[in-house]
C-alpha cells in the first residue's frame, strides 16, 4: 500500500477536461438545507444513533465495505462534529490498517491514498476559496480510478455527483453520541446500505459484537469477502447473495446453469463438510445464513504459493499431492446440508465443456482479429467434440475447478495434506480428475516452467499409482491434454471479456501465458487437429 499523496489545485490556465465541465452542470438533488440550492427532489435517509467514537468508526466501516470507483461521499457536520474521525477509519478500514497515518487534507485541500483494493481521495473544502477551484483539483480524474471522501462539501455549491452519498454527522443526546444520517437521491446506495447493515446484524448475532471490518482485494468473482476481527479472535466474512438467473443464453438457459456455477451458498457450504470429512483442511464454518448468503469462516491465513511472482516449488508438490490424495478417495454425487437437504453436484458434461470453450470464439477471436461466423464456429464445433467424447470415459471425481494458487492457502505449521487450505470451490462438480490437475500446473494467474509443469504431474501420477492400483498413466496424460486445452481456451475467452465488457483491462496482460500453456498441450497428438486450427485463427503454436 502506497503512502498518502497530497496534491496541490491545477493551475488555472490549464484546460478543463470534458469531464469535469459534466461535474459542473451536475447538481447535488435535494441534500440538507445547508447545502445551497438544493434541488427539491425525493431524498431517501438512514439515520442512526451511535452511542461513542466506536460506534462512529464501525458505521465508517460499513459504509468502507461497499465502496467502489466512481463512489463520492460528502461530509456534513460542524467543526468537530467528527467528519475526520469517519474519513480516518473509513480509510483505514479499506488500508487494513488500523494504524494508518491519516493527516488532515485542510491545506492541500486533496490526499489521495493507492489502496490495493481501491483508490481513495479525501478532499477538505474548507479553505476553498472559489467553487471553480474544485475542477482544478481533478475530481472526475479521481473519480474515475477511485472513490472520494469530501469532508465541507457546501464550500463546492453546484460542482459535486449528484448521485454522491451524503453522511451527515450532529451530536448525539451525550458527549461522545453521534446522530448520523445517509441520505442519497440516486444510484443503488440504498440496497448496498441494507447489505452492509445485515452483515452487521449477522456478525452481532453471531457474537462478534462490534467487530472490525476490513475489506478484502477483489478479483473477478462477484462474492466479496471481509476480515473481521473481534474479542481477539480473527474470520472471514462471505457475503454471496444468491444470484438472479441471467438471460438466457442457450435451450432457454442462463450461462450459470449451462456450465453450473453455483449460485447461492449452499454448494459451498456442502462441498466445505464433504471435504472436512474426508480429511482436507476447507474452512470451518463458524456460523451462517443460508438464505441470506452469509458464512462466517475459519481464517486460514495469507501466505500464499508465489513469491517475488514465481511459484515456490515445495508448495506446488505438496497442492498436487493432496489432489493425488483426494483423487484417490471415493465421493458422493450428493453433499449432505446441516438442513437436512443435499447439494446434486452437476455432471462437468460435454454441453458445459462445450460451452466454455466457446468462449474463445465469442471473445478472444474478435479480440485477435477473426470474428466468428457460423462457419468458424461449426469448424470449431466439429474439432471438439470427438475429444468431448473421449473425456466420457475418463476417470471422474470431484473437481473444485479453481484449483490453483489464488485458491490455496500454505499452513506451514501443519503436516501432510493439512498444510493447504482450500477455498473457492463452490462451484464443484462431477467431472475428470484432470481437469484440476491442469487448473494447478497451468496455473492461470503465475507461469508455471515447463519443467515444473512436468515434473508435478510426474509426481500426481507417482502418488496416484501408489494410491489407487491400475492407474492409467497413458489414459492421464490424453484426458490431462484435452482438459487442459479447454481450460485454456476458456480462460482465453474469460480474460478478454473481463477486458472487453468488465473494464479490468489488467486481464490481458495474462493472455501470453495462456498462448504458451496451451502451445505446450496441444503438443499431445490427440490434440493435433486442433493444434492447426488454433494456429490458422490468432494462437500461436
Not at 471553480?132 to 469530501?150: F, K, P
Amino acid at each position: 500500500m502506497a503512502a498518502p499523496s497530497t496534491s496541490s489545485p491545477r493551475r488555472a490556465t490549464e484546460p478543463e477536461s470534458p469531464v469535469a465541465c459534466r461535474f459542473r452542470r451536475r447538481r447535488y438533488g435535494t441534500l440538507p438545507s445547508d447545502l445551497p440550492e438544493a434541488a427539491r427532489v425525493s431524498l431517501e435517509t438512514l439515520t442512526l444513533n451511535c452511542a461513542d467514537e466506536t460506534a462512529t468508526r464501525r458505521l465508517a466501516e460499513d459504509v468502507a465495505s461497499i465502496l467502489k470507483p466512481g463512489d463520492c461521499i460528502l461530509l456534513v457536520g460542524d467543526l468537530g462534529a467528527g467528519k475526520s474521525t469517519f474519513a480516518r477509519a473509513t480509510l483505514r478500514a479499506l488500508a487494513g490498517n488500523p494504524a494508518l497515518e491519516v493527516p488532515s487534507p485542510t491545506f492541500t485541500l486533496v490526499q489521495t491514498y493507492a489502496l490495493d483494493r481501491l483508490s481513495i481521495a479525501h478532499l477538505d473544502l474548507y479553505r476553498l476559496e472559489e467553487a471553480d477551484e474544485l475542477d482544478e483539483l481533478g475530481l472526475d480524474e479521481l473519480l474515475e480510478r477511485g472513490a472520494a471522501l469530501i469532508e465541507w462539501p457546501e464550500r463546492a455549491e453546484d460542482r459535486l455527483p449528484e448521485d454522491a452519498l451524503v453522511v451527515r454527522i450532529e451530536p448525539g443526546e451525550r458527549p461522545e453520541a453521534r446522530s448520523v444520517s445517509l441520505s442519497w437521491t440516486e444510484g443503488d446506495w440504498g440496497i448496498r446500505l441494507a447489505r452492509s447493515r445485515a452483515v452487521r446484524r449477522f456478525l452481532d448475532a453471531a457474537g462478534w459484537n462490534d467487530a472490525a471490518r476490513v475489506p478484502l482485494q477483489g478479483d473477478a468473482s462477484t462474492r466479496a469477502y471481509e476480515t473481521v476481527t473481534a474479542h481477539g479472535r480473527t474470520a472471514i466474512l462471505m457475503n454471496a447473495p444468491a444470484r438472479p438467473d441471467g438471460p438466457p443464453v442457450r435451450e432457454g438457459l442462463p450461462y450459470s446453469r449451462l456450465v453450473h456455477l453455483a449460485e447461492d451458498v449452499r454448494p459451498f457450504v456442502a462441498i466445505d463438510e464433504g471435504l472436512r470429512k474426508a480429511g482436507f483442511h476447507a474452512p470451518e464454518i463458524f456460523s451462517s445464513d443460508v438464505e441470506a448468503g452469509l458464512l462466517l469462516l475459519e481464517d486460514l491465513g495469507r501466505e500464499g504459493f508465489v513469491k517475488d511472482g514465481a511459484p515456490i516449488a515445495e508448495r506446488y508438490f505438496a497442492a498436487v499431492e493432496l489432489l493425488a490424495d483426494l483423487h484417490s478417495h471415493e465421493w458422493p454425487r450428493e453433499a449432505p446440508l446441516p438442513d437436512g437437504t443435499r447439494h446434486l453436484l452437476s455432471p462437468y458434461d460435454a454441453r458445459a465443456l462445450m460451452f466454455e470453450a466457446e468462449l474463445f470464439l465469442d471473445w478472444y477471436l474478435p479480440h485477435a482479429g477473426y470474428p466468428a461466423d457460423e462457419g468458424l464456429r461449426g469448424e470449431f464445433a466439429e474439432l471438439w467434440t470427438p475429444l468431448l467424447e473421449r473425456l466420457e470415459t475418463a476417470e471422474k471425481t470431484w473437481v473444485l475447478r479453481d484449483y490453483h494458487s489464488p485458491n490455496l492457502i500454505w499452513r506451514g505449521e501443519e503436516k501432510g495434506n493439512d498444510r493447504i487450505g482450500l477455498i473457492d470451490f463452490q462451484d464443484a462438480v462431477i467431472g475428470p480428475s484432470a481437469y484440476d490437475v491442469a487448473s494447478l500446473t497451468l496455473d492461470a494467474r503465475v507461469t508455471v516452467p515447463e519443467e515444473l509443469e512436468k515434473a508435478l504431474c510426474a509426481r500426481y501420477v507417482e502418488r496416484r499409482k501408489a494410491n489407487t492400483p491400475g492407474f492409467d498413466e497413458e489414459r492421464f496424460s490424453q484426458d490431462y491434454a484435452i482438459m487442459a486445452a479447454q481450460r485454456q481456451s476458456k480462460l482465453f475467452g474469460i480474460f478478454v471479456r473481463l477486458a472487453k465488457r468488465d473494464g479490468k483491462p489488467r486481464y490481458l496482460g495474462h493472455l501470453p501465458r495462456i498462448e504458451d500453456y496451451f502451445r505446450r498441450v496441444a503438443r499431445h497428438p490427440v490434440l493435433a487437429d486442433l493444434r492447426l486450427w488454433y494456429e490458422t485463427h490468432g494462437v500461436s503454436t
